[in-house]
Structure formats: C-alpha cells, structure tokens
C-alpha cells in the first residue's frame, strides 16, 4: 500500500504515535544529555566522543520503534584487523548491529539497534537508550586502542 492509499486519519495516527514515542526518548536522554531536534523529527545527541541519532517509525499496526545509531568511530584505517575486531565485538553484542562501512577515507563504524518502544515508562527507556549508547562508547575505546599509536578519530 502506497502513502496515498493510506486514510489520512490513519496517517496522523501513525505521526502522532511517532511523535509521542520521541517526546518520551527525548526526555528520557535528557537525563543524561544534551538533545537537539533535527527539521526531519530526529533526536541527536553526544554520548562522550559518540554521535547518536534517534527516529521513531510506525512498521506495523501497534508496533512503533525507536531507532538508535551512533556512529562508533570514522576514518580508521582499511586493515584486516581492525575488521576482524569490529566482526568479533559483533557477534558479542546483545544490544545493537554493528556495521563497518570502508570509505575511501578508511572505515567506519555504526553502532545500530531498533526496538519496539511504545509504552515503556521514561526509567526503562532510558536504560534502553543508555545500554545502547554505552556500548557504541566501549566499543570506540575498544576500536581505537587496537588501531593504537594512531591519530584517534
């Protein structure tokens, strides 16, 4: 079904679910950050040396998520190593896909994890969106120890 196929009144539901459930990450960040509000309705936020970006979309009738990426490290050298780390502390990791993205700068490295949100109370969200952020944290000071005596990106 396309957007014009949709009802306009169950669009708007679909907006203000949305908009509901990034009030609440909002407020639950600003525990413990500094949150801005992009034009596009995205949350962005510093976790330390950490960049993280927070959307909220409706993928189904009653399941609305909340989508985290952090972006863990950019412009690492392209080197096997540094890869095969990031492809271990993947499978490791309970809270979040990893990504490695080469570049012609190097590569990067993103830190994602979506889950369904709606109806959590502000203290469980937070330790959701806190769980997340401090992993892609570890995992940055993880990632620029190995690459060692190098510029730290």
Known sequence: MTDSEIPSDQ????AAKTA???VAAR???ERYHEVHTD???ALTFRHGEVPCAVQAMQLAEGLTVLSL???VAWDLPDDGTLAR????RAGQGLFGTLGVVRTERGMDVTLRYAFPAEGMGATPLSTMLMLVVSTASQLRTELLDTVGGQDRP
């Open 27 to 29: 407020e639950a960040l």
């Open 11 to 14: 669009r708007a539901g679909e």
């Open 69 to 71: 990426t952090c972006v």
């Open 20 to 22: 509901e459930l990034l």
């Open 39 to 41: 034009d596009d309705g």
């Open 85 to 88: 780390s990031a492809a271990e």
